[in-house]
């Protein structure tokens, strides 16, 4: 993380804004970002900075990106300003969310840059992302996997230099654009920015000629791959960007080689748009983390065409223990009572996640999901959520079940703090929740079991829309050394039990 503070104030970022979640939480608070009620918020407060002449840093977690994806999109042609950054935290395992996602993907989608570096060239990349965002006026997406982000081993680069673009004073946002239509804006993009963004990932690569076979490696893998490729005597060619990718330079390294192995990770993004390689797709690679092991083996096989077989799925049971609700949780009297009640129950990704195996709730789709799931329900089910999960994407789900008057019984898990992430502090909604639905209940946790089923089976037999908060602190301060072990999908730090 040194080598992305010290870019950041060499380029002269001003704005920085985050969402927490695993990986990204320590970096963000280590930077002193603004937190943000979601993701697409975050994004569209660093529009409006640079536009105004300001470089601006967004902090997400990979499933971040699918909530600010909208305007992410639409930013690619309507142009920005000052430079701006989409730094995503790719969670591999997954160890802190409930899916495995590669944010490479975005590329193709957005038609924007994707950048995708190990941890020594984390200097490199975030002044890159930064010169192409600011010389096109697009955002440009960085993306860091876990492993990157937790490296401690690499010390700043001695010698860096900033690019001469980024010395200048930062640019505001053009409106000349709109003399263009948005299918004229598109076209601007195909025929100038994409062209300039080939020429950029082009002269990114980093080719090591030794034999005939080779490996083609990006983001954390390539120090792997250095030094396998070392060891063997093999030749790499290593790529800052994953989008659009260098292709005249793994044309030509395809050429060169007999035998080609692509090295990436958690997809294979890169290996899926080439032809005649070895990888996960062949078998040589297995799916998740790659090991130095792994790719000798793969490198040793690599004459082999195909190497797939039958693929052992991970198991709740025979995965290591996690952790679980905490001792003396004020809520776990209510998720002791949920466990029993023969009725669909909707939860929400936050601390409602760990009660999964107890019983307590069935399903967890996202963080803010669980009213909308729950107001699908062929009958009058109940929807978990967290205060901060109501916040981020929840209250539209209570609007939308309120205007159409859904049956759905909303069980609110109030703690003020997203005690999942860090603990940090929540936007008090409960002013907006009495406007929109005076006849809510509070309920004080912890409370007795048999008031707490007696509450809910009222609202239960109430058609409409029931909505009941449940009031309490949390019992455990934060706790560093628990980062790795956290299960919900923006979690960084869960408690032990």
């Known amino acids: 993380m040194k080598q992305i503070h010290q870019a950041l104030r060499d380029v002269g970022v001003g704005y920085v804004a985050y969402v927490p979640g695993y990986p990204v939480t320590d970096l ?265 092991k792994d790719l000798r083996t793969a490198i040793s096989l690599i004459h082999i065409s195909d190497l797939r077989g039958s693929m052992e799925m991970e198991t709740a049971a025979g995965r290591p223990a996690r952790r679980s609700i905490c001792q003396g949780c004020p809520f776990m009297p209510l998720y002791a009572v949920l466990s029993r009640m023969d009725l669909p129950i909707a939860g929400d990704a936050g601390c409602t996640i760990l009660s999964l195996r107890m019983g307590a709730v069935d399903m967890v789709y996202g963080l803010g999901s669980s009213i909308g799931v729950a107001s699908g329900f062929r009958e009058k089910g109940i929807a978990i959520v967290g205060d901060y999960a109501l916040a981020h994407t929840g209250l539209q789900g209570l609007i939308n079940a309120i205007w159409h008057r859904k049956n759905v019984l909303v069980g609110v898990i109030w703690n003020r703090v997203a005690a999942m992430t860090g603990f940090q502090e929540v936007f008090d909604l409960e002013p907006i929740l009495k406007a929109l639905a005076p006849w809510l209940r509070v309920v004080e946790m912890p409370a007795p079991e048999q008031e707490i089923e007696r509450i809910l089976r009222e609202e239960l037999r109430s058609p409409g829309v029931s909505l009941v908060i449940f009031k309490g602190r949390c019992s455990r301060s934060i706790s560093p050394q628990d980062a790795n072990e956290s299960t919900g999908e923006h979690d960084v730090y869960v408690h032990p039990s």
């Not at 499933?63 to 989409?86: E, F, R």
């Not at 791959?225 to 793994?250: D, F, K, N, Q």
């Open 28 to 292: 963000a608070q280590s930077l002193g970002a603004e937190i943000a009620v979601n993701e697409k918020v975050a994004f569209e407060c660093a529009l409006g900075a640079s536009a105004t002449g300001v470089r601006s840093l967004v902090i997400v977690k990979q499933l971040g990106m699918n909530i600010l994806a909208d305007p992410l999109v639409i930013s690619a042609t309507h142009t920005t300003g000052a430079g701006i950054v989409v730094l995503v935290g790719d969670d591999l395992g997954p160890r802190g969310s409930q899916v495995e996602m590669d944010s490479r993907y975005y590329g193709p989608l957005t038609e924007l840059p994707v950048l995708d570096p190990s941890a020594q060239d984390l200097y490199r990349a975030v002044t890159e992302a930064f010169r192409v965002s600011e010389e096109l006026s697009i955002p440009a997406i960085l993306r860091i996997t876990s492993d990157v982000l937790e490296d401690s081993s690499t010390e700043l680069a001695l010698g860096e230099n900033i690019p001469a673009y980024l010395q200048q004073t930062p640019r505001r946002f053009d409106r000349s654009i709109w003399d263009l239509t948005a299918k004229g804006r598109h076209q601007r993009h195909l025929v100038r920015v994409l062209p300039a963004l080939s020429e950029a990932s082009e002269s990114s690569t980093r080719i090591k000629l030794r034999g005939d076979t080779g490996v083609i490696a990006s983001g954390s893998v390539v120090p792997l791959a250095e030094a396998v490729c070392e060891e063997t005597g093999s030749s790499l060619l290593a790529t800052l960007y994953s989008h659009p990718l260098p292709m005249r330079a793994i044309e030509r390294f395809l050429r060169m080689h007999r035998l080609v192995l692509v090295a990436e990770g958690p997809a294979p993004f890169m290996e899926s748009h080439l032809k005649d390689v070895r990888g996960r797709l062949t078998g040589h690679l297995p799916y998740g983390s790659i090991k130095e």
